[in-house]
Structure formats: C-alpha cells, structure tokens
C-alpha cells in the first residue's frame, strides 16, 4: 500500500539531495572552465567539437563521483566533503595532464582536435569511475 506520509519524507530527502548535486555540478563547470586556460563557452558556441567533448568528458568525471556519494553517504555534510573531493582531484587531473603529460593540449584543443578531446574525456571519466569506487561512508 503506498504511504503517503514515507513519500513526501523520501520526496524532500530527493530534492535536497538533487538540488544539492545540480549546485555542485554547476559549481564544478564554472571552477573547471576558470580553471582551463582555453574559453569552452567561447568555443562551444563558435561549433569547435574538441571543446565541447572535452568539457563533457570532466562533467561526466565528476558527476560519476557524486552519485556514488549520494549512494553512499548518511548526511549533507559528509556528501559535501566527497563533491568538493571530487571536484578537487578532476581539476588536478587536468592540470597535470594538460601541463605535464600532454602540453600541447590547450592548443589542439583550440584548434578543434578530436582525438585531442577524446583523450581528455576519456582520462576525466576514468579518474572519475576511480573516484567514485573508492568513496565509502
């Protein structure tokens, strides 16, 4: 029998929870599009493919992670400590890749380079898989 009273608690635990993870998320985009030395917003809108599928790739990775946490967490708070986590290791993740391991990436991610693009989704959403099994409550 449905109980009305069990699903307006679980209801607002789920806006909370979604509300919660959207502000992360969209908190997350801006820090990491702060953070790439390249306009994603810019280049997204001039049709540049690269740039789109590259920002894809980090949104996936982080969001991975989020809802493992929203799985696994008991409070607000200890979801909180895994987003910022989260968003913290995809931001270094990338610093390291597009000035370390890859340094010409800015440029051919400019230039509208695919493969470019597809190698650091493909890291962003590997680190994010990685990131979301290792979280534990």
């Known amino acids: 029998m449905f109980d009305w009273f069990v699903f307006q608690q679980?209801?607002?635990?789920?806006?909370?929870?979604?509300?919660?993870?959207?502000?992360?998320?969209?908190?997350f985009k801006l820090v990491y599009q702060w953070?790439?030395?390249?306009?994603?917003h810019t280049l997204i809108r001039e049709g540049n493919t690269?740039?789109?599928?590259a920002l894809g790739g980090a949104l996936i990775g982080y969001?991975?992670?989020?809802?493992?946490?929203?799985?696994?967490t008991v409070?607000?708070?200890?979801?909180?400590?895994?987003?910022?986590?989260a968003g913290i290791i995809q931001i270094v993740v990338f610093v390291a890749i597009s000035r370390m391991a890859f340094r010409n990436?800015?440029?051919?991610?400019?230039?509208?380079?695919i493969a470019a693009?597809?190698?650091?989704?493909s890291i962003s959403i590997c680190v994010g898989l990685?990131?979301?099994?290792?979280?534990?409550?």
């Open 105 to 113: 990436l800015v440029v051919r991610i400019e230039a509208g380079e």
């Open 10 to 27: 679980g209801a607002i635990a789920f806006i909370i929870a979604f509300a919660a993870a959207g502000a992360f998320t969209v908190a």
């Open 50 to 53: 690269a740039a789109a599928i």
């Open 75 to 85: 409070s607000l708070m200890e979801f909180v400590a895994w987003a910022l986590l």
């Open 130 to 137: 990685l990131n979301a099994a290792c979280m534990t409550s």
């Open 63 to 72: 969001v991975l992670p989020l809802a493992s946490a929203l799985s696994h």
């Open 117 to 121: 693009a597809v190698y650091l989704a």
């Open 35 to 40: 953070v790439t030395p390249y306009h994603e």
